[in-house]
């Protein structure tokens, strides 16, 4: 008799533990806050102002931020635990690079911190983006984003079978081109370019001066937003009479890709329409 108590207490015991468990995967976080730039666009494009309770300060600042005009409509943090703790979260997305101290700091006062890498190529990017729908439940929303970007894909890849790559460079501030192993090279190849900077064997980033960039002769020089709209040496280089006489076409993207997921779809957009347009 007392055995079978005792599994009868056990299973209730276990069963109400499972039941708690349960129940706290499906709450919906309603104070959610952002110490990463790069997740704040996809909260600001995936779920209600309502539940967004802040988001990290730079996400305001249109040289680094595609939705900077929206998220100055929110409060905004620095990414401290003084802006973060006094507002008691419900979640607080975080990203590779935020301070893992902030990070143990706020488990230890019991916050719930949920830690999103960067997607390393287009392809992860479908995957970051359900997942981060999932952690801030909107997986539908996420789910239509992901088959959006998907789809860009699959047109880029069978848009690029009947065209000659356009060799160029792709161009960031201080005068440094992006080369193998990138999310950008490879949005640049597969939207119909050839990146010259993989012939100078050019992996990640690197500056390369105004004399090696027109030996190259490049037929296109890709800018993104925030290297146009700030003072750089890419934008003076572009500007240079030797490039000019060249016929250099400047393609410029709506947007940094510092942050890709959630303007990968729009950026791809661009560069296919641009390439349509060139006489190549």
Known sequence: ???IRFVLAFALTFFSFIQATCAEE???????VSINLCLDALLIKLVEPAR???LYYLSA???FSSVAEQAKKYNLNRGLAEDIVPRNPDLVLAGTFTSSDLRALLKQLNFRVELLDLPRNLDDISTHIRRFGDLVSRPAEAEVMAQELEQKLAQLDEARKTIKPVPGFWYSSNGVVIGSDTVE?????RAGF???????NIVGFRQLD???LILAQPKVIILEASDVQAFSLAQEYVEHPALRSNHVKIIRLPSTLSCVAPVAADAIESLMQQRKSLPY
Do not use: C, F, G, Y
Request: no cysteine; aromatic share 0%; glycine share 0%.
């Open 194 to 200: 050839h990146n010259l900077a993989l012939d100078k």
């Open 61 to 63: 600042n249109p040289q």
């Open 52 to 54: 967004v309770d802040s």
């Open 26 to 32: 499906v709450v919906t976080a309603q104070r959610i």
């Open 1 to 3: 008799m007392r055995n």
């Open 185 to 189: 090279n490879e949005l640049m190849t």
């Open 210 to 212: 105004l004399e090696e």
